[in-house]
């Protein structure tokens, strides 16, 4: 089973320390083309990164990043295609395999912590009070349709068996 955390120390002698540079600089290629998020905090480097606040903040950024590249153990990459390139040399590296955000902390600046990741999805919630409800079996799915003719909206919602059973287990 993988680490859900994979953890790169510049000079590290661990003997996963190659390999966990070659998973992150395999995640960062493969951001080539996508819009990411650049976050960055001030904090202890024996901080753990994950735990800081991570809130929208003035000076993050979201950009398209282009050409993510690694030499050396240097991470290379051009913001909205433009140049200069830009670099960062790490001191520690943790990607975070779940949520997908890969942690920097730069020679150059210890007491920095950069968090890049893909942008996360906003959920737009609807509210709808008492709905017209109607329920029908569509290929094997539970179809619940909800109208809101106040709102003039209808949301339908495809359950299969097990998505069915957890719905009626969460019912009074």
């Not at 083309?33 to 809130?55: F, M, N, S, V, Y």
């Not at 902390?105 to 990741?117: A, C, F, N, T, W």
Request: hydrophobic fraction near 35%.
């Amino acid at each position: 089973m993988q680490p859900l955390n994979v953890v790169w120390i510049y000079g590290s002698s661990s003997p996963e320390n190659p390999q966990h540079f070659d998973t992150i600089a395999q995640w960062w290629g493969g951001l080539a083309g996508q819009r990411i998020t650049w976050r960055q905090r001030l904090a202890d480097r024996t901080a753990d990164p994950r735990q800081l606040d991570w809130e929208v903040e003035r000076f993050d950024e979201e950009f398209l990043v282009d050409r993510p590249t690694v030499r050396g153990i240097s991470l290379y990459w051009y913001k909205d295609g433009a140049e200069p390139e830009r670099s960062t040399t790490p001191q520690r590296l943790v990607f975070d395999r779940i949520h997908q955000y890969l942690y920097i902390s730069p020679q150059s600046q210890p007491d920095l912590v950069i968090r890049v990741g893909r942008p996360e999805a906003i959920y737009q919630t609807l509210e709808l009070n008492n709905p017209d409800t109607a329920v029908a079996i569509a290929q094997g799915a539970c179809v619940v349709t909800l109208t809101d003719p106040v709102q003039e909206l209808t949301v339908k919602v495809s359950l299969n068996a097990e998505s069915l059973y957890q719905l009626k287990q969460q019912l009074p």
